[in-house]
């Protein structure tokens, strides 16, 4: 392993973004420091991105929902004359392996998502105000604002040039907002995809491109009264104070990375990461009021961040680990307590940031490119919130009857109801909906089991476990199949995980990482773009790609 | 281009595939000649397929439509022991390159996808009778059938080996119709996929992967009690007798193709195929019995079969033409005649039928890996079912007033009902519903607009087209668009075209077409899959692939 990139960050470190808070509308300002790329090689010109500028941004994201809830319109503006941003980096892409530019993309793509994830959860909405040259992953930047607004003058324009300039794809998320979010004709898609200049002025809001278009000398002005009045029809309810986000403790080791509830152990010969999570260890708060006390060191809000930044580690630094297993131990009473406290009062501000903050954790695993698996063991704690973990891995393994000098209670998985639509997947479904698709029957039955401690036998009879094994069989066969597992491409693992993971219907999010994804990867191998003579390595050269003609 | 593959064939040119009628049931036997693959290279053993067994699955479904509408039950068996089917042929798939595979792929899917249209169009319902192994390609075959039946023995099984076998997905609809037909639990199809040997007997039908398992020994017997029962239960009228589907006269030359009502125009230093539609030229038949008496004659079935051939040639022998431009010519009221004798009598089988194929022709220019344009020239008939050419394309150019030296009638659009749900797309809304997804009032004003000839002012105030043009502009601006789009690569365009064309729900079909064929496209550009060392090419040898362990 090279460098380490560190998924946590705060202000004091931010050396691409600035913020400016007033009362019930903030200003987030891009100025990305061109010296300040994540690796050697490349510059980050023209507010153009790379991992470390989305790193910070996803950080000012989830600060303004938990530590300013006070915040009811974001205006998103660039702090350098003439750009709002280039969109990523291209030398940046031209020399990344092709596993870092998809994870890259998988974490920016999450990231963009959590602004509509800001609307749609905490009435939080984000305004782009767009000024100078706002192209490709730029204008992705804006489309996942809920609104969008472009100055009128003669070097202000939306384009997603992508395709001319670089033979790749806007893949993040560029094309399906362009199609499902602001519903462009697709011909006029079409066209505005393909021309490397943009589309500026009037046709901009005609093609539904951008929300509104502002004369040049009255842009900033216009932009402000609009923030003020969104934030004045907010539904967001008035919040005096947030709480703070500290640092998240942690501490790698070779083959190992340790938090206060998160452990995770390496196997590098058999190629996979086991993550165990500890139950809460005490009782739920007594009231809503000690969670706030608490702040970032209750239980919920601890294990959520030490879990979203131990998952984002595993994936971007620990590439050749395909499998990873989740373990609990703990508690389960206490689990659904504690997840209780927050559900009977999802009506406080905060209560409702941590259940929400959980739903986008959860989602971050069912998108994550590894093979998925769960053991359900004596003195576990699949409860509530951390059973949906169940329900987001590939295949389950669950304990059944004693197992020699084995003192721990009996394996139980409890079901909430959380678990029946508060975590939605990105299909809409809650994931026991998804799992249930074929037998809603069996959907039912799950329900009317809320609360109970169901024992190996119960949980297989009510399909919430893949397999369940006794002692003699449980060592052997969780051996086998992760040796099966370790042994198979990796491709063929990712390729399969996306395509039986998300059955029922799609949505833009589905689409976003299932169909355009899967595409910009394809074409991500393809030598049109990444060969010698292709568009990324000839970008800047003035010379385009030079192309096989042949269309597959 | 080195040999045609030539998609037009009939019974007596069969090799691969016997078909018994028996009233209302017919059974399709596959009994795949082994020395009768398209290319050299390769024994199609074991009932393993490759495009020219495909080729004349498809004609086995489409006859069995027009030729026999008195079948009401299809009962697909393998002539020979021990083996349903086997699959696409490996050797075949190593050897082949990636362009035909995937569109290989697409064929098959296509044929795939006509088995579930009998039903859902027809009431002609499929079976799959499952006798021996049943692996890979072949239990995608009997997946695209309606209701599968499995013998209960000892070698008799279904399965999805591809993963751990040849590290590529089950890419012709297996996953996707395993999550989202089936509706099979995520963990189960994760483990059905996993296991080469596949699952047989109880347990297959307890998993939802097969309809029944019947004891070896009333096997025969149960499956032809099965079909009576269906065919008594079916809803299909009864129809005394069909017509014949003659040979499709096509003469090739080295720069284009001609047909009746269609001619292929070839420009290869332009890369692009422009497709020329001819009108009726003479008024409907008086009734739907004349449209009967004309059968294969007749106007509109006549050029569906042209075209769909010209569709088909283009796509696999003519790689290199990335764009390929409508155009029509002819009287718009008489193809909107024609349409109407037709839709008039939807309830006569053969008017059904020819609208029917319609709507999978039309499918099959929406999924075709080509940028398309349609040009609406003076002169044009893009009326009802020739006007959703207009919404499948890309983009559309029309012709604004006088054309000097052009005494054609002045261009025109007319819509008929048939644009609005006749002919939906792959995502089950029609094209103009697609196109004015975030517009509804446009939905409607067209609407309001049936049988007007819309000139182009009108056309383009409606939505209808992309861009009008006039005689100053015409030349240069078309010239521009072709060189442009004849200048990006490919494989951008590609992805660009799968995210634009299909806005708005997703359907398993275009969810196969979408997201798993991407993926296995990306697959079949990586080492692990196909490089020297990878498993496609190391299949066979007993030695497994040799993995770059790397998770993207």
Request: proline fraction near 3%; glycine fraction near 8%.
């Amino acid at each position: 392993m090279s460098k380490v990139i560190d998924f946590r960050t705060d202000p004091s470190k931010y050396r691409h973004w600035k913020v400016e808070y007033d009362g019930p509308v903030a200003t987030v300002y891009m100025d990305v420091d061109e010296n300040g790329g994540l690796f050697e090689g490349y510059q980050l010109k023209l507010n153009s991105y790379d991992l470390g500028v989305d790193i910070e941004l996803a950080d000012v994201v989830q600060r303004m929902r938990f530590e300013h809830p006070e915040v009811k319109t974001v205006v998103m503006k660039s702090a350098k004359d003439k750009v709002f941003c280039a969109g990523a980096n291209i030398r940046m892409l031209g020399g990344a392996a092709h596993s870092h530019k998809v994870n890259f993309c998988k974490f920016t793509n999450e990231t963009r998502n959590t602004f509509e994830a800001a609307e749609a959860d905490s009435s939080q909405k984000w305004i782009a105000a767009v000024k100078g040259a706002c192209a490709g992953g730029g204008y992705e930047l804006a489309l996942a604002c809920n609104h969008i607004m472009l100055t009128d003058d003669s070097t202000s324009s939306v384009a997603l040039p992508e395709v001319p300039l670089l033979a790749v794809l806007p893949g993040t998320g560029g094309l399906t907002r362009v199609t499902d979010k602001r519903k462009v004709r697709r011909d006029r898609a079409d066209i505005f995809c393909s021309i490397e200049e943009g589309i500026k002025g009037k046709r901009a809001v005609e093609w539904r491109l951008v929300d509104e278009v502002v004369p040049n000398s009255k842009f900033d002005e216009t932009v402000a009264e609009r923030a003020r009045e969104f934030a004045a029809n907010s539904s967001k309810a008035d919040v005096a104070q947030g709480i703070t986000l500290g640092p998240i403790d942690r501490k790698i080791e070779a083959d190992a990375v340790h938090y206060d509830l998160v452990e995770v152990e390496i196997d590098r010969d058999g190629r996979r990461a086991t993550i165990s999570i500890a139950g809460p260890g005490t009782d739920a708060p007594g009231s809503i009021d000690d969670v706030m006390a608490q702040g970032d060191q209750g239980y919920m809000l601890k294990l959520a961040r030490e879990l979203d930044d131990a998952i984002l580690h595993l994936r971007l630094n620990e590439m050749e680990l395909g499998l990873w297993v989740f373990r609990t131990q703990g508690d389960p009473e206490q689990v659904i307590a504690h997840e209780e406290l927050l559900t009977a009062n999802a009506d406080n501000w905060l209560a409702n940031e941590i259940l929400q903050y959980w739903k986008r954790v959860l989602k971050r695993i069912d998108v994550t490119s590894r093979s998925l698996a769960a053991l359900v063991e004596h003195g576990s704690c699949y409860a509530g919130v951390l059973a949906e973990i169940l329900f987001a891995v590939d295949r389950s393994y669950m304990m059944e009857d004693e197992f020699e000098g084995d003192n721990r209670p009996t394996a139980t998985i409890t079901l909430s109801n959380s678990n029946f639509g508060l975590y939605p997947m990105g299909n809409d479904l809650s994931r026991l909906e998804t799992r249930f698709l074929g037998e809603p029957e069996s959907l039912e039955a799950a329900r009317a089991a809320i609360g109970e401690a169901l024992e190996a036998e119960a949980a297989d009879e009510k399909g919430l476990v893949t397999m369940i094994l006794d002692d003699i069989d449980w060592d052997d066969e969780i051996r086998i199949f992760m040796e099966e597992r370790a042994s198979f491409s990796p491709d063929a693992m990712t390729g399969m995980e996306a395509n039986l993971r998300f059955a029922g219907p799609e949505t833009m999010e589905t689409r976003i990482f299932g169909r355009l994804t899967a595409w910009q990867n394809w074409i991500f191998n393809r030598p049109n773009a990444v060969g010698k003579d292709g568009a990324l390595q000839r970008y800047g050269t003035g010379v385009r790609g030079d192309y096989n003609m042949e269309r597959v």
